[in-house]
């Protein structure tokens, strides 16, 4: 999760290509991000592993980005859970959501052979379902798209971007935005109110967004959640019976190997 490939050339204005040398980390090396990727590609290939990536491959949206992102993801034993980095115009120049979103929605799809919406594949006895949470909220119809799934009868991993709260993670990821925000899905809307108004608007969860996550936990065949987002590791139980592994930051070189016994 959060690759954050940021390149761009001569096709993209001055704004995106002043955009390469923002400050990611104290390590960042212009090119490194997306020679990670190339390792892990090669990695998962070696040992026979399918590979699922939550989100955040690119930056921002550049053709450069577009490009390398349509070469190097792996067209097969893999899955792609798009992140709200995919269809940023440049970083943190708009409030983000669906009309946002879909500026750049058809040209990042081309790049990727799955769904950015929603989109399955079953492994080893296991299905694996990527979906959309990348502002916070739930697709429209996720519920009924799950539910397809779910009558399958094979336990199920979800794959998403951003993941969602739990006590433990709300704590850890408002220590690390130093109490400004916490950018997790679900969390009540009284630790909520002290966030800037423009996060605390883009995190109010709708009743769907509710309702949906409620019923997601209640569902026995649903075993566990992928997600990134926050760029830390983190592992927490989201019910009894539904397991959450947050996966750190895959430009610094983190990457999460599960085996699924």
């Excluded at 379902?129 to 397809?148: G, I, S, T």
Aim: glycine fraction near 6%; charge should be negative; hydrophobic fraction near 40%.
């Amino acid at each position: 999760s959060d690759t954050h490939i940021c390149e761009c050339d001569e096709r993209d204005n001055a704004r995106k290509l002043a955009l390469v040398n923002r400050n990611h980390d104290p390590g960042f090396v212009q090119g490194q991000a997306t020679e990670r990727f190339r390792e892990s590609v090669a990695y998962a290939k070696s040992n026979n592993m399918p590979l699922i990536h939550t989100g955040d491959l690119i930056d921002y949206v550049t053709h450069l980005n577009i490009d390398i992102a349509r070469r190097e993801w792996p067209r097969e034993g893999s899955l792609f859970a798009a992140g709200n980095h995919e269809f940023s115009q440049y970083i943190g120049e708009a409030f983000e959501d669906e009309p946002y979103k879909m500026i750049s929605f058809d040209w990042v799809q081309s790049a990727f052979p799955d769904d950015l919406r929603f989109q399955s594949r079953v492994w080893g006895g296991v299905n694996f379902v990527a979906l959309d949470n990348v502002y916070y909220h739930f697709q429209p119809d996720l519920a009924q798209r799950l539910e397809k799934e779910i009558s399958k009868g094979l336990p199920i991993i979800l794959a998403c971007h951003v993941p969602f709260y739990t006590p433990d993670l709300y704590r850890l990821e408002l220590a690390a935005m130093n109490g400004s925000y916490c950018g997790i899905m679900g969390i009540p809307e009284p630790m909520i109110r002290s966030f800037p108004p423009d996060r605390y608007e883009q995190m109010l969860q709708w009743r769907s967004d509710i309702d949906t996550l409620d019923w997601i936990k209640a569902q026995p065949s649903i075993k566990a959640v992928l997600a990134g987002h926050v760029h830390f590791f983190h592992r927490d139980n989201l019910s009894p019976t539904l397991i959450q592994f947050v996966t750190g930051l895959h430009m610094d070189g983190d990457a999460l190997e599960l085996t699924i016994v």
